[in-house]
């Protein structure tokens, strides 16, 4: 009998142990299984989105744009030599899974080095996104797709400014709602100014968002275009060029700009959509201004700034603009002064002035920024003729006459009262906007005031014929933090996959042992 149950209990054990052996490979079979499964799906069903701002997550608003897309569109994460970034792969993939004709694809800089290149795109750093569509490509730079902002008062500031707008790292900045933001170093030139005035300006925190959606979507829709609007930018006769800064968003928002250096016997491009002439230092010749006003009569567009100091000596161009109703004063040389705190952008420097928005439709859309004047001249418009005011100065405006010396050896000045310092002038099928001041849409003019960066993407977009859809977005809306893991969904995962889980398969393994020692 006892050998009879030595016997039994040798079977049974060795049989638990193959049974625990069976059932230990079965599970690991079944997990190699769903992993291969998982691997095999696409990475935009699998991956958890666990930031705060679903930073991997597209706006239903996107989805819908892409719903209708019947062009191939691939989307290429730029990366370096044998690097992945699964991020970036993770992200765009959300494009794929919404549209079967959008295909995801990584390029390594050394192994695709010759595809880059043909496609305009060798200096892409890491991390940037190449989009590509039978009719163009264009490079999303990686610097692009971070944002600073503040959720809470909704401003954005692009990455690049943010990385440098102070000594330290990342700011402080400083905010009022009339002004808008300044960055550290404006605040210290003009912020006392500012309070003296009675606008105080509070300190707001800044923290870094993904602003990588909106981006990727206007580069597919500037990609999907056929034909964009095209933009020159005159560069002779010392006019200035177009900051590289203005020159991507007017890409970003359907416009293709390229530069036009012609003279002489003049021949505005047959694709030019609109022509930006910007602070010429040299005169037209009659030639050149007569084709230039034929062009605008027979349906151009065009954009014209110049010095206070240069338009008096280029008769050529003042003739043309009085022909246009425009006249800026040449008689004497001035430029208007502020003395209004709200007009005035710093005591230091008070020939530069933040002028109002005239009433025309041309400033659609940027109804909330004003524009910043460096020795504006004052205009003339003549009664009767098809022109309006497009930027004025306040009532308390007075003149400053720099060649007008008084008793004591210094410039003269009178009051002025409202003064028009830009204007807009339909011409036959064509309109002409003017304005009478240095370097309007300059870089450094641009990076210290947004509203001149703001007024000439919007009109352009408003005066070329810009194609479907249109989209001038140059500060997209993102959400603060969402760079990072939330600590509550970090906590969540960590309970889950460190502690429940492993207690669960202990708590089975101890069931079972009891249950093997009351058998």
Not at 29 to 57: C, F, N, W
Not at 301 to 307: D, E, F
Not at 494 to 510: M, R
Request: aromatic share 8%.
């Amino acid at each position: 009998m006892h050998t009879l149950k030595t016997f039994v209990q040798k079977n049974l054990s060795e049989n638990g142990k193959t049974f625990t052996v069976t059932v230990c490979a079965v599970l690991l079979a079944l997990l190699l299984l769903i992993h291969l499964g998982l691997q095999a799906l696409p990475r935009s069903l699998t991956a958890l989105d666990a930031s705060v701002g679903k930073m991997y997550t597209l706006s239903e608003e996107t989805k819908r744009g892409l719903t209708d897309v019947d062009t191939d569109i691939y989307l290429y994460a730029v990366m370096d030599a044998g690097a992945e970034d699964v991020q970036m792969m993770t992200f765009l993939s959300r494009f794929a899974a919404a549209n079967k004709r959008i295909h995801v694809a990584s390029l390594d800089k050394v192994k695709h080095a010759d595809f880059l290149a043909e496609k305009g795109a060798a200096d892409a750093t890491s991390g940037s996104v190449l989009v590509e569509t039978p009719y163009r490509s264009l490079v999303v730079d990686y610097a692009s797709l971070i944002m600073a902002c503040n959720e809470t008062l909704g401003l954005t500031v692009p990455y690049t400014e943010y990385a440098n707008s102070s000594g330290e790292y990342g700011g402080p900045y400083f905010y009022n709602a009339s002004v808008g933001l300044l960055t550290a170093m404006q605040y210290a030139y003009y912020g006392a100014y500012y309070e003296q005035n009675g606008i105080v300006f509070e300190q707001v925190p800044m923290d870094l968002g993904f602003a990588a959606e909106q981006e990727v979507m206007n580069a597919i829709y500037y990609c999907l275009v056929e034909k964009p609007a095209t933009i020159y930018v005159y560069s002779a006769h010392g006019a200035s060029p177009l900051s590289e800064t203005l020159s991507s968003v007017l890409t970003r928002a359907l416009m293709e700009v390229k530069t036009w250096n012609q003279t002489g016997e003049l021949h505005v491009p047959a694709d030019c959509d609109m022509l930006l002439l910007l602070t010429p230092t040299e005169d037209l010749s009659p030639a050149e201004i007569n084709e230039l006003y034929g062009w605008i009569e027979a349906g151009g567009h065009a954009v014209l700034t110049t010095s206070f100091e240069h338009i008096c000596t280029q008769t050529n161009l003042t003739t043309m603009l009085a022909t246009a109703g425009i006249r800026p004063d040449t008689e004497r040389l001035s430029f208007v002064v502020e003395n209004d705190a709200g007009h005035v952008y710093s005591p230091y420097y008070p020939y530069i002035i933040v002028a109002e928005n005239g009433e025309s439709d041309l400033l659609t859309g940027v109804a909330d920024n004003r524009v910043m004047l460096t020795m504006a001249g004052a205009l003339t418009l003549d009664e009767g003729a098809d022109v309006a005011p497009l930027y004025l100065t306040s009532a308390t405006a007075y003149e400053y006459y720099p060649n007008d010396l008084d008793a004591e050896g210094k410039p003269t000045v009178g009051p002025a009262g409202v003064q028009t310092v830009g204007a807009v002038s339909n011409i036959g099928k064509g309109a002409l906007v003017y304005v009478n001041a240095n370097g309007v849409f300059d870089e450094q003019v641009i990076n210290v005031n947004a509203g001149n960066f703001y007024h000439l993407a919007m009109l352009c977009n408003n005066m070329a014929e810009v194609p479907t859809p249109k989209t001038v977005t140059v500060a997209p809306a993102v959400t603060a933090s969402a760079l990072n893991v939330p600590l509550v969904t970090m906590l969540i995962l960590a309970a889950v996959f460190c502690v429940a889980l492993p207690l669960c398969v202990l708590t089975v393994g101890l069931i079972r042992i009891g249950r093997r020692k009351r058998a």
